[in-house]
């Protein structure tokens, strides 16, 4: 078999397992047993689990950052041809939007979903930091996009709105297309359309509060 699809076997192993049962209780005998593939072969490819951990996030982040990127220099060129302040919802939805829309694209997309939520809800840093580091040069002009249009907030009070809405994004990219919480007055499942039109609204109202 070419060695690509030894890779991409690998990739799409190493994803579906990091998402279902975490990074640090998947063994590499896991990966290869469900890529079925030996362990030289993950060594050939990508010399260490944390370097696999990287190949895993890059496949699909530096597409969907770029679509996401894409869309925000649309939102600012609009305004600056308006010569008004870029709207919150449009700056939100630029991010947003593509993200949840990415869990119905292709073939993996939904365990990579619940991957980038285990990276930003849960407590180990390992995940996290290759995710972060990954993120931050969107996210910083995303802060930016948004202290433009919020120059009444101020910057330490909109990063903390900032932190809540990655938690609201975790929680819900963990949870998309699981059944709802077993609580009084919890709505059935949604269309994830309906979803990210909700998270939306609810993330801009909280940015757009008064102090």
């Not at 640090?24 to 993950?42: C, E, F, K, Y």
């Not at 949840?100 to 073939?107: D, P, Y």
């Not at 998309?176 to 994830?192: D, M, T, V, Y």
């Amino acid at each position: 078999m070419p060695q690509i699809d030894t890779k991409t076997r690998i990739l799409d192993a190493a994803e579906h397992l990091f998402a279902r049962d975490g990074f640090h209780s998947t063994s590499l005998r896991a990966i290869t047993g469900q890529a079925q593939v030996n362990l030289a072969a993950v060594n050939y490819h990508f010399g260490s689990k944390d370097a696999l951990l990287q190949a895993v996030f890059e496949r699909r982040l530096h597409p969907l950052n770029q679509i996401r990127q894409d869309l925000l220099e649309q939102v600012l060129h609009t305004a600056r041809q308006q010569n008004i302040r870029p709207r919150v919802i449009d700056l939100i939805g630029s991010f947003i939007e593509p993200t949840l829309a990415f869990r119905q694209s292709e073939s993996g997309a939904q365990d990579f979903t619940t991957l980038v939520g285990r990276a930003l809800v849960e407590p180990d840093p390992t995940v996290r930091d290759c995710f972060i580091k990954l993120v931050t040069p969107l996210f910083l002009q995303l802060s930016a996009a948004l202290q433009l249009a919020l120059p009444q907030i101020p910057a330490e009070i909109l990063q903390a709105r900032l932190q809540f809405t990655l938690g609201a994004m975790g929680h819900t990219m963990c949870t998309l297309g699981r059944p709802p919480l077993e609580l009084p007055g919890i709505l059935p499942p949604l269309p994830a359309e309906k979803i990210a039109e909700l998270l939306i609204n609810y993330v801009s109202s909280g940015l757009e509060a008064p102090c």
